[in-house]
């Protein structure tokens, strides 16, 4: 069992929340507002989820998912420096700028991206980037697409990719679905998949998806 917490109570980080603390991991899930820090079940008879606020998550968990809104993560995270130092940040978001309907029209960070901005100011922390290329839902239930998803993986740090393997599987990923492209400045490249998104989501509507490998 591995304390993992998540930074960010909304879609993304619930959902994450709710498939660790199933598989046996101890999660806390850290909300902006500082609160007391209290329990709430999963489900009636499943695994319970602490909550807390976001700098204590960052200090107490040993792996710490970003699920915060990519366009305001580097501030949130940056002043998380000391809590972080030593942990695994598992970067999911994507830093977009919104067009007119409130889709993602355009990067904060063209030429780079978000995950190696984040590892810049936090250096002795390990930032991986996955599951960044699909709807939320597919995170935790690759399975539902009716073809195998990709699941890209980008840092630095071997062994911190290896662990974050580790977690994927934890959330129905097999190993043939994830790709390590390698260090983290590959990240730029999966960030980017991030502008055809609403193109498909205009037509389609918020259907499963996944951006993906086909071989």
């Given at each position: 069992m591995t304390s993992?917490?998540?930074l960010g109570a909304g879609r993304v980080g619930t959902s994450l929340a709710d498939k660790l603390a199933a598989t046996g991991h101890h999660v806390t899930l850290g909300r902006r507002s500082p609160m007391r820090e209290t329990t709430a079940p999963v489900e009636a008879t499943g695994?319970?989820?602490a909550f807390a606020d976001q700098r204590t998550t960052a200090r107490t968990a040993d792996i710490v998912i970003n699920a915060t809104p990519g366009d305001?993560?580097?501030d949130r995270l940056a002043g998380l420096r000391t809590e972080l130092a030593g942990k695994i940040l598992v970067d999911v978001s994507n830093a977009t700028r919104d067009a007119a309907d409130g889709l993602p029209g355009d990067l904060c960070y063209p030429g780079s991206s978000l995950a190696e901005h984040l590892q810049a100011a936090l250096p002795d922390t390990r930032v991986v980037k996955t599951l960044n290329t699909m709807l939320?839902?597919?995170?935790?239930?690759?399975?539902?697409?009716a073809v195998p998803p990709t699941a890209y993986l980008s840092g630095n740090d071997e062994h911190a990719k290896k662990t974050v393997?580790?977690?994927l599987g934890?959330?129905?990923?097999?190993p043939a679905w994830i790709e390590d492209l390698g260090d983290i400045t590959t990240a730029r490249a999966t960030e980017?998949?991030?502008l055809v998104v609403p193109h498909v989501l205009r037509r389609t509507g918020f259907r499963p998806f996944a951006v993906s490998l086909a071989r």
């Amino acid at each position: 069992m591995t304390s993992i917490g998540i930074l960010g109570a909304g879609r993304v980080g619930t959902s994450l929340a709710d498939k660790l603390a199933a598989t046996g991991h101890h999660v806390t899930l850290g909300r902006r507002s500082p609160m007391r820090e209290t329990t709430a079940p999963v489900e009636a008879t499943g695994p319970r989820i602490a909550f807390a606020d976001q700098r204590t998550t960052a200090r107490t968990a040993d792996i710490v998912i970003n699920a915060t809104p990519g366009d305001s993560a580097l501030d949130r995270l940056a002043g998380l420096r000391t809590e972080l130092a030593g942990k695994i940040l598992v970067d999911v978001s994507n830093a977009t700028r919104d067009a007119a309907d409130g889709l993602p029209g355009d990067l904060c960070y063209p030429g780079s991206s978000l995950a190696e901005h984040l590892q810049a100011a936090l250096p002795d922390t390990r930032v991986v980037k996955t599951l960044n290329t699909m709807l939320f839902t597919v995170m935790t239930a690759p399975d539902i697409l009716a073809v195998p998803p990709t699941a890209y993986l980008s840092g630095n740090d071997e062994h911190a990719k290896k662990t974050v393997t580790g977690l994927l599987g934890d959330l129905g990923w097999q190993p043939a679905w994830i790709e390590d492209l390698g260090d983290i400045t590959t990240a730029r490249a999966t960030e980017a998949m991030i502008l055809v998104v609403p193109h498909v989501l205009r037509r389609t509507g918020f259907r499963p998806f996944a951006v993906s490998l086909a071989r």
